[in-house]
Structures are given as C-alpha cells and as structure tokens.
C-alpha cells in the first residue's frame, strides 16, 4: 500500500511543453520516495502541487479509479503501458495475482479498497498514462 503511494507521486509529470522545467510536484524526489497515504488524505494541495487542477468525483468515479489501479484478479487489463509498468506496486499486485490464492487476492483487494475510501484525492488515473 505504501509503494503505492509513493509511486503515484514518483509518475508526477512536468510543466507541459516545459519538459525540463520543475514538475507539478513541490515535493523532492526523495520526499516522493517516502511519500504515506497522510499525503492523500489532506486536501490542502497547495502542499504538494505548483499548479493543480481538481474535480470532486462521485462514488462510481472513485470506484472506477481504484479498478484501473488495482485490477480485479480475471479482468483484463484496460490500460496502455505508459506509466503502469515503470511503477513497483503495479508490479508487486500483478506478481500477487500470479502466486498467490484467488480468496487471498480477494482479501487484500478489499483492505486496498477500504484504505482507498480513506483517501480524499489521487491522480485521475487514464486507460493511456497516470496522469
């Protein structure tokens, strides 16, 4: 759960057409690095982000959202291999999926839902790229 958090913020992209400028991110790479869900749950983005644009969603949306990070166990893969591939946790659930029981996937899919519901933001995740 923790991987996924940091690596969220790890994919934070720059200034469009600015590429060498500073990211959206405030925070350091390191600070990514270490990066908890206490982040997702405070609403003041201006801690975290220059520039932020944000939209408050409905239960659905969130839903969808926590589908396209964490895939249930026989559904196929709706996303292209931007950004997904290149993170651990996305890697670590996938090697999950493959060794591990159905009911136990099942089990920790439900606590990753339950601590999701806990959040009050996370990047709109697209079928294409994270963010």
């Not at 925070?27 to 003041?44: A, C, G, P, W």
């Amino acid at each position: 759960w923790n991987q996924f958090c940091s690596d969220l913020l790890q994919k934070c992209g720059n200034l469009r057409n600015w590429p060498l400028e500073a990211s959206h991110c405030r925070l350091s790479m390191e600070e990514r690095l270490h990066v908890t869900d206490e982040v997702y749950k405070d609403i003041n983005l201006a801690m975290v982000f220059n520039q932020v644009q944000w939209k408050k969603v409905t239960g659905l949306e969130w839903k969808e959202a926590f589908d396209l990070f964490f895939p249930p166990l026989k559904a196929p893969i709706k996303i292209q291999s931007q950004n997904y591939p290149g993170m651990k946790y996305w890697d670590d659930w996938h090697n999950m999926k493959t060794r591990m029981q159905p009911e136990d996937i099942h089990v920790i899919r439900n606590k990753y839902w339950s601590l999701f519901k806990l959040l009050h933001w996370v990047p709109k995740p697209h079928t294409d790229r994270l963010w």
